[in-house]
């Protein structure tokens, strides 16, 4: 039901405490079906049976001097169609996203996003039966540190 969905701008502050990430800024995307976290390179591995991946991030828009090393367990890996229509496959962690003072874990794909304005995409899956977006507001939950 509608009431039970806090309602988020069309950017947000959001916390991925598994990958030791206080903050990073978002941009909440209902045309985009996944979200997508920025990682400028992405290394896969094995240990204890477990399928994992490696990736750096630059988690502050406009610095890539600032690097957040993560591993998470590798979740899936799909191919992705971006903004433009171009195919990539990426690979797919499932992590734990904080906004405002709700959690939830989601699919986030990993892909570079130097280029990009926002180092993090929220999409619907992550959103549905969550959030309601206001596209005239940002940062509902918080805003960002400078």
């Not at 549905?128 to 540190?145: H, M, N, Q, W």
């Amino acid at each position: 039901m509608k009431q039970d969905k806090q309602v988020i701008g069309w950017r947000e502050q959001v916390g991925l405490p598994a990958l030791g990430v206080d903050a990073v800024n978002c941009k909440i995307d209902t045309g985009a079906k996944t979200s997508a976290l920025h990682a400028f390179y992405v290394e896969a591995f094995e240990t204890d049976g477990k399928r994992m991946v490696r990736f750096g991030l630059h988690p502050n828009q406009n610095d890539t001097e600032t690097v957040v090393e993560c591993v998470a367990e590798l979740f899936d890996v799909r191919t992705v169609s971006d903004s433009g229509g171009h195919r990539e496959e990426r690979y797919v962690i499932l992590t734990p996203i904080c906004i405002g003072n709700v959690t939830f874990d989601a699919e986030v794909t990993l892909t570079n996003r130097d280029t990009m304005v926002f180092r993090m995409l929220l999409g619907r899956r992550a959103m549905e039966k969550r959030f309601i977006v206001d596209p005239d507001a940002s940062y509902l939950t918080g805003e960002p540190a400078e």
